[in-house]
Antibody, heavy 115, light 109 residues
Framework: QLVESGGGLVQPGGSLRLSCAAS????????MSWVRQAPGKGLEWVAK????????YYVDSVKGRFAISRDNAKNSLYLQMNSLRAEDTALYYC??????????WGQGTLVTVSS | QSALTQPPSASGSPGQSVTISCTGT?????????VSWYQEHPGKAPKLIIF???KRPSGVPDRFSGSKSGNTASLTVSGLQAEDEADYYC?????????FGGGTKLTVL
């Protein structure tokens, strides 16, 4: 099970930190990803992190602004989002990634960037 | 890289079969067999229904099947049921990232 939190309303240029609490599987051994869905739009993979946290990967549109991290002792995944833009408005899902497929997914946390 | 291309809508009557296409390029769908399909009901999280082109996770009915030819992957839903009405998304590994399609809204008439 994956449960996201931390979403909310933030002004353009602001920051937000999302969290995802994992349970029911061996979090320490799994790649984890964030995937977002803008209102009425399709899915977009955002970032992923290796099981030991040693390497991170990002979609070009968030490089330099977003940082994915994890705390394996707490079975938790994070997404630090800085310099937020209107186009970052979306429902953000965390998901376990195995061989480039996502399963399971959390229920998502909504991020709204607006003045 | 651009998103994968899916038709925005598809439809069929109960009991019929419907096929949804997902077109990419030789750098993603055409190169790798890491194509997945997800089902998304309104207000619910996406659910994995096909992975590695044609494999089904446990619990997914065998009415759902996947295939690939060249740069195009396909999802076929056979014996359509009312609960199959949902949005369907394809995804593909693309070397350094994962691409999704724009989604197809499947309507059961």
């Amino acid at each position: 099970q994956l449960v996201e939190s931390g979403g909310g309303l933030v002004q353009p240029g602001g920051s937000l930190r999302l969290s995802c609490a994992a349970s029911g599987f061996n979090f320490n051994n799994e790649y984890m990803s964030w995937v977002r869905q803008a209102p009425g739009k399709g899915l977009e993979w955002v970032a992923k992190i290796k099981p030991d946290g040693s390497q991170q990967y990002y979609v070009d549109s968030v490089k330099g602004r977003f940082a994915i991290s994890r705390d394996n002792a707490k079975n938790s995944l994070y997404l630090q989002m800085n310099s937020l833009r209107a186009e970052d408005t979306a429902l953000y899902y965390c998901a376990r990634e195995t061989w480039w497929r996502f399963d399971p997914w959390g229920q998502g946390t909504l991020v709204t960037v607006s003045s | 890289q651009s998103a994968l291309t899916q038709p925005p809508s598809a439809s069929g009557s109960p009991g019929q079969s419907v096929t949804i296409s997902c077109t990419g390029t030789s750098s993603d769908v055409g190169r790798y067999d890491f194509v997945s399909w997800y089902q998304e009901h309104p207000g619910k999280a996406p659910k994995l229904i096909i992975f590695e082109v044609g494999k089904r996770p446990s619990g997914v009915p065998d009415r759902f099947s996947g295939s690939k030819s060249g740069n195009t992957a396909s999802l076929t839903v056979s014996g359509l049921q009312a609960e199959d009405e949902a949005d369907y998304y394809c995804s593909s590994y693309a070397g350094s990232l994962i691409l999704f399609g724009g989604g197809t809204k499947l309507t059961v008439l």
